[in-house]
């Protein structure tokens, strides 16, 4: 009687009970955008910086608990195609946080042809990632349309955090005069005026339509999100984003006995 689950026996009129199953290693996956648009911020503190120190600490805790963890990486310009550059398969050692690291740490050479198309991202790790997982996406989301739908059915399979990197530059322009703007993702140049107050009211109106789509798309997407400012304390952040996901999981979790999970099945007499 205590293993009933009284919902789940109410909406199906028949008897459900919980079966706990003991959790074992699990697998992590870190699906990393490194297209050029993440190289923008101050010099140490660019959105790649933040990247590769979020994947180092993330990848060595779960590392020394025994669990595994694997990489995806697009836009490194290494690849010679569009889509993945580089595959990591999970395993869990010491060794294996280093090969990551020295895959990040190895410079572009070159940039997204037409721009960034997180999607192919998205769906090779559809293709790749069999077993359940958590699956960290990290990436600025400067993108082409088209990756919130394969998001969507990465959350459907696994445990996903959009993990999304930006600098306070995106959002609102300081008044430094006349300045020569360089799209990273295509090289096209443009010179503006700063010190235009209209030009930059019109920039902070269109960064907050671009930043209320992308918020939308992630919340429609059903993905746990984690904001990583090139001007933030990384620990700081990854504490508030622990403490968010624990209260999120609230009384379930610590009604069930520490490494077990439940299941929901039909009592049988």
């Known amino acids: 009687v205590r293993h009933i689950d009284w919902n789940v026996t109410a909406r199906l ?4 009970v919980r079966v706990f199953t003991e959790d074992r ?3 992590a996956w870190f699906l990393l955008d490194l297209s050029p648009s993440i ?3 101050p010099q140490g503190h660019a959105k790649r910086d933040i990247l590769t120190r979020f994947v180092a600490v993330l ?5 020394r608990h025994g669990n595994r963890v694997g990489a995806m990486l697009y836009g490194t310009g290494r690849g010679g195609v569009r889509g993945v550059d580089a595959v990591l398969p999970p395993r869990s050692s010491r060794t294996q946080v280093l090969h990551l690291m ?7 050479t070159g940039r997204a042809a037409g721009g960034t198309e997180l999607g192919l991202l998205l769906q090779a790790g559809l293709g790749s990632i069999r077993r359940r997982s958590t699956v960290f996406v990290v990436s600025d989301f400067i993108s ?3 990756w919130e739908k394969p998001l969507a059915q990465l959350a459907q399979r696994h445990d996903v955090v959009a993990v999304r990197l930006f600098d306070p530059l995106e959002l609102e322009l300081p008044d430094l005069g006349l300045v020569l703007l360089r799209d990273a993702e295509t ?3 443009l010179q503006v005026d700063t010190h235009d107050k209209a030009f930059r009211q019109r920039f902070v109106r269109l960064a907050a339509e671009r930043e209320a789509a992308l918020r939308a798309g992630l919340a429609a997407a059903g993905a746990d999100t984690l904001e990583l400012r090139t001007d933030d304390d990384l620990i700081d952040a990854l504490l508030r984003f622990m403490d968010l996901r624990q209260r999120r999981a609230g ?3 610590r009604a069930y006995p520490p490494g077990l999970r439940p299941t929901t099945v039909p009592a049988t007499a």
């Open 102 to 108: 020295h895959q990040l740490l190895q410079p572009a």
């Open 13 to 16: 009129n028949a008897p459900h």
């Open 251 to 253: 009384q379930r979790r």
């Open 25 to 27: 290693e699990m697998s």
């Open 144 to 146: 082409a349309p088209g």
């Open 187 to 189: 090289g096209e140049q």
């Open 59 to 63: 990848a060595r805790l779960l590392t």
């Open 39 to 41: 190289h923008f911020g």
